[in-house]
């Protein structure tokens, strides 16, 4: 089992940034792999960026690319989401998720059926 808790939401205005951290517990840390999504009102669920074990490798959604940053510290247990230059359409509730793996995959994984443990989301609103 593998418990998360994100942190790290609110209300900010367009250009402005925030750092969401999702801190996990429960099981090895180093040998999950970690993602992003978020939801909209109204909308489904949808990918935002993900990592790899010991952080080898991230894929980030082209609607957040070079604004938004995956990374992780093991150390901590702790996965992050550096979000820039932030844009009304970025308001949505996010979501960590964990897939366990096995230390040295260097795989990232995309879809929300590949995840078996989800955080139960912080809400980020930007206001135009």
């Known amino acids: 089992q593998v418990q998360l808790v994100e942190s790290g939401g609110g209300l900010v205005q367009a250009g402005d940034s925030l750092r969401l951290s999702c801190a996990a517990s429960?099981?090895?840390?180093?040998?999950?792999?970690m993602g992003w999504f978020r939801q909209a009102p109204g909308k489904e669920r949808e990918f935002v960026a993900a990592?790899?074990?010991?952080?080898?490798?991230?894929y980030h959604v082209d609607s957040v690319k070079g604004r938004f940053t995956i990374s992780r510290d093991d150390a901590k247990n702790t996965v992050y989401l550096q979000m820039n230059k932030l844009k009304p359409e970025d308001t949505a509730v996010y979501y960590c998720?964990?897939?366990?793996?096995?230390?040295?995959?260097?795989?990232?994984?995309?879809?929300?059926?590949?995840?078996?443990?989800w955080g139960q989301g912080t809400q980020v609103t930007v206001s135009s």
């Open positions: 990592i790899s074990c010991l952080g080898s490798n991230t």
């Open positions: 998720a964990a897939r366990n793996t096995y230390w040295s995959d260097r795989s990232y994984y995309t879809g929300p059926n590949e995840y078996s443990y």
């Open positions: 429960g099981r090895t840390f180093s040998s999950s792999a």
